[in-house]
């Protein structure tokens, strides 16, 4: 027989507070904003593209030119929804949102440098066809040689 059982009684219910309730019901209603808010990430990114310059001898060199810094939003991939429904970029790693940059086309031929990190663009998307938004598609880049 467990403890607080009388014999043919059922168990005793413990009355919680209505402030456990409540403070638990808004845990549990918060924790998917919460998990959004920690994969969703605010950062500063450059977009880069490649030259190609001569130098005086005749030999070319690839060098990074900064097209533009911005701050954007960052969401790593992983098991959402929205991620799920992109199965045709598989080999996107992150998604970046941003601002449209006035006089500045972004394409896939340019890079994104982020947090130390390098990104090959994917996809770039002008959200709702409007020209205030845009999501870009990358694909992280390792340094290994």
């Known amino acids: 027989m467990k403890i607080g059982m009388k014999k043919g009684r059922p168990p005793i219910k413990?009355?919680?507070p209505l402030?456990?309730?409540?403070?638990?019901?808004?845990y549990k209603a918060?924790?998917?904003?919460?998990?959004?808010?920690?994969l969703v990430s605010q950062c500063y990114l450059s977009i880069m593209k490649r030259v190609i310059e001569t130098?005086?001898?005749g030999?070319?060199?690839?060098?990074?030119?900064?097209v533009a810094s911005v701050r954007a939003y960052r969401e790593g991939r992983h098991g959402s929804e929205r991620w799920a429904n992109m199965a045709t970029f598989s080999v996107a790693t992150d998604l970046f949102r941003l601002r449209c940059i006035p006089h500045i086309e972004v394409t896939t031929d340019m890079l994104i440098l982020c947090d130390g990190k390098r990104f090959e663009i994917t996809s770039v998307e002008n959200v709702k066809g409007r020209g205030m938004y845009l999501e870009i598609l990358a694909k992280e880049v390792d340094a290994s040689g």
């Open 14 to 16: 413990v009355k919680r």
């Open 19 to 26: 402030a456990y309730t409540l403070l638990n019901f808004i």
């Open 30 to 38: 918060s924790l998917p904003l919460l998990c959004h808010i920690l």
């Open 55 to 57: 130098d005086d001898e």
């Open 59 to 66: 030999f070319k060199n690839e060098r990074l030119k900064a």
